[in-house]
């Protein structure tokens, strides 16, 4: 294998393209073997392998400083800098990220994991290496779906003002997750579809040939500004050129021929550019070429006949639109990822994906509320922060019906410390007029979407990623209702807060009861508004608070704050997550790390209860 040549990406910086292309069927499978395993970002990274190669051999990393936008396109890169013997713990806790990792790899620039950020980050490098005096250059590596994003406009915007070259790299394969929307697709699809320019462009080659121009840069030079005045004259207008960089493209993303030429003829000139290179997600693996979405994050341990939370979101959405016709849903570039893809086959006049762009999906959820619709806005935990001053300013502040339904909310595996859902209690729950609410399981979920229907102010529903094996019965929901599950006659008093430590506490109280110890079980399914008489009635009781969340401002402060506020004494002991990152590993794996597992609540619960008792 040619790959167990390559230490550094100078290595290859004397192959040939017949090498090359060897090296990328190389890097393929070393990806899919890896990937078919532990699970990861597979046809993200299949498609960019011929684009990362390029990258490699035509710019200077580390020197030039490589961004990846959200950087689940990153493997190929990770297998050019040295890291082919621990690629095989892609994604294993204390093993290799899935994104760029700056404590992994000087070739590693920056943490990634959200969309839409590189080019604001290759922003303030150029200004650093510009005041520094450096020769060294950005090359940003950005997808189409993630240029549907508002801050990669707002650098775009920024990006004339930076007096230093920069190299954008436009992957368009016209997917983020699912296939792109909105007019930035259908620009980038018409810009290389077009069979007009397309003949033009192959004639312009042939023409440029007859030329004598020297210098294979000036010759590409002159190509490339014919070319583009052809463009511009059949496609009216060239958008990134209004913003001042010279654009290279379309190119064949999977043609390392023509990527190295375009590459050195941008990498010689003095201009910030933008090259659009077409590539197809997935390539080189059929099955996920033909099916990219499924094969976007793929899991080893994924079996189709396992019911999630979101597949069990998209049913009950299914069943509460058919019933009434001012139920919306909203998703920004995750419609399949949140459940709704047969929702948005039945109504499609009330489903709309907006593409990556949070804080619009929020905002434009505040406008269908304000005439007479109820939107639901599905979002990932990580991906809602983005949209936090919507949430307050659009939608709070004028107390309207939307409801947020947050997908993997509190501990998510695998992806580490970008994905984790440990946030939104607490910048949610601060936030007046919005209402919080935790299911225990996906029946409950279920009847918590059915009870929205009749509130009409801003509402949160929050869930985890995958399942859980809790299947108590559900009572009816009443606003601020907890659900106890289990009662017992001793003064140990345990609340859970979500799904995930309802599964987890319910372990917990067997466990105690296997000593001697029996506990009430309480499912604290509101989070705003609290349960205020059933608080009232713990004066004296040793409380404790179970939550897969920051413990600073999160489920557990809420407790103590109302018995502070109330003067109720009790012993309270607050568990969730500590002051710190979460690396990527497995559920249990993360639950034990943080203290949160059965086995060590257990211990620690004992403890609380004798010296108090």
């Known amino acids: 294998m040619l790959l167990e040549n390559v230490n550094k990406p100078s290595d290859i910086k004397g192959f040939s393209i017949d090498q090359l292309n060897v090296l990328a069927k190389d890097i393929r499978q070393v990806i899919l073997d890896t990937v078919m395993e532990n699970g990861g970002h597979l046809a993200s990274s299949l498609g960019a392998v011929e684009t990362i190669i390029a990258m490699h051999y035509c710019f200077n990393a580390p020197h030039d400083k490589f961004v990846f936008d959200v950087g689940h396109q990153c493997y190929a890169h990770k297998l050019l800098t040295g890291r082919q013997a621990e690629f095989r713990t892609l994604r294993k806790m204390g093993g290799m990220a899935g994104f760029p990792k700056r404590n992994e790899s000087e070739y590693d620039v920056v943490n990634t994991g959200h969309s839409s950020t590189s080019l604001s980050v290759a922003c303030g490098l150029s200004r650093a290496l510009l005041n520094q005096g450096s020769d060294a250059i950005t090359v940003s590596l950005i997808g189409d779906g993630a240029l549907t994003g508002g801050l990669a406009f707002e650098a775009l915007n920024d990006s004339v003002t930076v007096n230093k070259k920069q190299i954008i790299i436009l992957n368009d394969n016209s997917m983020s997750i699912s296939?792109?929307?909105?007019?930035?697709?259908?620009?980038?699809?018409?810009?290389?579809?077009?069979?007009?320019?397309?003949?033009?462009?192959?004639?312009?080659?042939?023409?440029?040939?007859?030329?004598?121009?020297?210098?294979?840069?000036?010759?590409?030079?002159?190509?490339?500004?014919?070319?583009?005045?052809?463009?511009?004259?059949?496609?009216?207008?060239?958008?990134?050129?209004?913003?001042?960089?010279?654009?290279?493209?379309?190119?064949?993303?999977?043609?390392?021929?023509?990527?190295?030429?375009?590459?050195?003829?941008?990498?010689?000139?003095?201009?910030?550019?933008?090259?659009?290179?077409?590539?197809?997600?997935?390539?080189?693996?059929?099955?996920?070429?033909?099916?990219?979405?499924?094969?976007?994050?793929?899991?080893?341990?994924?079996?189709?006949?396992?019911?999630?939370?979101?597949?069990?979101?998209?049913?009950?959405?299914?069943?509460?639109?058919?019933?009434?016709?001012?139920?919306?849903?909203?998703?920004?570039?995750?419609?399949?990822?949140?459940?709704?893809?047969?929702?948005?086959?039945?109504?499609?006049?009330?489903?709309?994906?907006?593409?990556?762009?949070?804080?619009?999906?929020?905002?434009?959820?505040?406008?269908?509320?304000?005439?007479?619709?109820?939107?639901y806005f599905a979002v990932y935990s990580s991906f809602l922060q983005r949209a936090y001053d919507s949430v307050i300013h659009d939608i709070c502040m004028q107390d309207l019906p939307v409801t947020f339904c947050v997908d993997r909310a509190g501990i998510v595996p695998d992806d580490g410390e970008t994905h984790q859902g440990i946030y939104d209690l607490n910048f949610l729950r601060l936030v007046p007029n919005m209402a919080v609410m935790c299911p225990k399981s996906m029946e409950e979920l279920d009847a918590m979407l059915e009870w929205s229907l009749g509130y009409n102010h801003p509402l949160t529903i929050r869930y985890p990623k995958g399942s859980t094996s809790v299947n108590s019965a559900v009572c009816d929901i009443e606003l601020g209702k907890w659900d106890v599950i289990s009662t017992a006659d001793t003064s140990l008093v345990i609340l859970a807060c979500g799904a995930r430590m309802v599964e987890v506490g319910m372990d917990v109280v067997s466990k105690l009861s296997g000593n001697g110890i029996n506990a009430t079980f309480v499912n604290a399914r509101f989070v705003k508004p609290m349960d205020s008489e059933y608080l009232n009635s713990l004066e004296g009781k040793t409380v404790i608070t179970l939550e897969d969340n920051v413990l600073a401002g999160g489920f557990g402060s809420s407790v103590l704050e109302y018995f502070n506020a109330n003067d109720i004494t009790a012993h309270v002991s607050c568990y969730g997550i500590d002051d710190q990152m979460l690396t990527h590993a497995t559920i249990a794996e993360i639950l034990k790390m943080s203290n949160l597992d059965a086995d060590t609540l257990t211990e620690k619960i004992t403890a609380k209860y004798k010296l108090y008792n």
């Open 179 to 375: 296939e792109n929307v909105g007019s930035t697709a259908k620009y980038l699809l018409k810009l290389h579809s077009s069979n007009t320019y397309k003949s033009f462009k192959n004639k312009a080659y042939g023409v440029v040939k007859g030329f004598k121009i020297d210098g294979v840069a000036n010759s590409m030079k002159f190509l490339y500004k014919a070319k583009n005045s052809i463009k511009y004259f059949l496609q009216g207008g060239m958008p990134f050129e209004q913003f001042g960089l010279r654009y290279y493209g379309p190119l064949d993303g999977h043609n390392l021929s023509e990527l190295i030429l375009a590459f050195n003829t941008a990498y010689a000139d003095n201009e910030s550019c933008i090259i659009h290179v077409v590539t197809k997600k997935g390539y080189g693996y059929l099955e996920a070429e033909q099916n990219p979405a499924k094969y976007h994050g793929y899991s080893p341990s994924k079996k189709s006949n396992v019911v999630t939370f979101s597949s069990a979101y998209g049913e009950s959405m299914m069943k509460i639109a058919s019933k009434s016709d001012k139920v919306y849903a909203v998703t920004a570039a995750m419609r399949e990822g949140t459940g709704l893809e047969s929702y948005a086959k039945m109504f499609p006049d009330r489903f709309s994906d907006v593409g990556i762009a949070e804080g619009h999906a929020a905002t434009m959820s505040a406008g269908l509320a304000l005439c007479g619709y109820k939107p």
